[in-house]
Every structure is written in C-alpha cells, then in structure tokens.
C-alpha cells in the first residue's frame, strides 16, 4: 500500500539552529516526492519537489531536501531556522501518471527563542 | 492575479444536513482537487475534476460530491453529514493533469454539531 510515514509528530528546535524533518514512503516505484507547510488558518504552500535527477533539491525559504532510494526517505533540512519557520510540515507523494496526492500525518514545527 | 479562492471561510451544520462548498481556481488553471483534513491529520484526497467530469477519486462514500463549470470552478457537495465530517476542506487547482504542482486554497473550516 501507498503511504508516507513522518514519525516525529512535534519538534522544538531553538532559533538559529539546524532542522531536520524526516520523512520515510512506501511505494511500488519512484514516486513524486513533495514537501508543503502549512501555517495556522493557511492552506499548504509548496516547499520543494523531486521527480528525478540530482536527488538533493533546493526549494523555498531556504529548505532542502534529499532523497534517498535505498532508505526511502525524503528528509527536509535547514541550516538555521527562523521564528517564522514555525509550522505543519507535510511530506508528500504522487504517482507519475495522476495528481492524486498522499500526505503524511504532519510534523509541527515550534521554534524556541 | 488572484489565487485559489475558497467560499466560505467557516461553516456550521447539524447532523443529516447537506452542504456546499465552493472554489475558484487560479487563473489559467484547469484541474481542481478537493481534499480534507481532519484535526491533526494531512489532507486526505477526495476527488479531481478536469473538463467538467471527475477523473480520479480516493476513498471517500458517494455522499460526496462534486460539480465542476465550464469557468473551471467547482462544487464540493456533502450529503447526510456526520460529525466525522468536521474538517478543513481544501480545493487545490494546476494547470494540466501532468503538472504536478498544486496550489491550494485557504480552505473552509466546516463544523459539523
């Protein structure tokens, strides 16, 4: 069965310091891989994408992601978090042939001061 | 240019009733997606509409609904309401079906009592 997996459900990093999100997927093949955020009373924004090539992908807000075949994994990381950071975080997947999404459950980003 | 507009921001139903949600999506775009998300949970996928007809659906009862017009907006209609119904519903809009890339609405907060 299709599913994406983020087994942190709330994380508290301070101000300043590196993030990592993780991110696992189960899937027949190579999926779309997606990372959005979500600010209280906001829909989702997109954060970055991955369909192929370098797996290592630069996105919004100074985020990036990489993925990792052997692992599964599509981890979100960030060098220095900012108050504003603070949000939901959803991993995603698609199939290469529709639109239909998978989300995971979420991870919410406090940001200590 | 205006992005992905949902109406309205909030709802409050009873039990058994039917309701109406509505999206407009961003100009130039000719898919939109509906999904829900339950408190605490990522958005669920509940259907696509692409020319007027719904192309792909996930695992949601008939009660739910969908219309999409010839301006590309789209319905969301939910009959016989649960409580279990109560989520935030998000429209999501792109421009063809292998852009991958959605935009999402606000979303409508519905409360079902």
């Known amino acids: 069965a299709q599913s994406v997996t983020q087994p942190d459900i709330h994380i508290t990093v301070s101000e300043g310091a590196s993030l990592e999100l993780r991110c696992n997927y189960s899937y027949g093949a190579t999926p779309y891989l997606f990372w959005y955020v979500q600010s209280p009373g906001q829909g989702l924004q997109l954060l970055l994408k991955?369909?192929?090539?370098?797996?290592l992908v630069q996105g919004i807000k100074g985020f990036e992601a990489e993925f990792k075949r052997s692992q599964s994994s599509f981890n979100l990381r960030k060098p220095s978090v900012h108050w504003s950071d603070a949000a939901e975080y959803f991993c995603a997947v698609a199939p290469r042939e529709a639109s239909k999404i998978i989300f995971g459950s979420g991870t919410r980003l406090s940001i200590r001061p | 240019d205006a992005g992905v507009t949902q109406s309205p921001t909030h709802l409050i139903k009873t039990r058994g009733q039917q309701v109406t949600l509505r999206c407009s999506p961003k100009s130039g775009h000719d898919t939109v997606s509906w999904y829900q998300q339950a408190l605490g949970q990522g958005p669920q996928f509940i259907f696509q509409y692409y020319e007027e007809e719904e192309r792909q659906r996930g695992n949601f009862p008939d009660r739910f609904s969908g219309h999409q017009f010839p301006n590309y907006s789209s319905e969301l209609n939910v009959n016989a309401l649960l409580l279990g119904d109560s989520a935030l519903y998000l429209c999501?809009?792109?421009?063809?079906?292998?852009?991958?890339?959605?935009?999402f609405g606000s979303g409508t907060q519905l409360s079902v009592l």
């Open positions: 999501a809009s792109s421009l063809d079906r292998a852009d991958e890339k959605l935009f």
């Open positions: 991955y369909f192929s090539g370098d797996t």
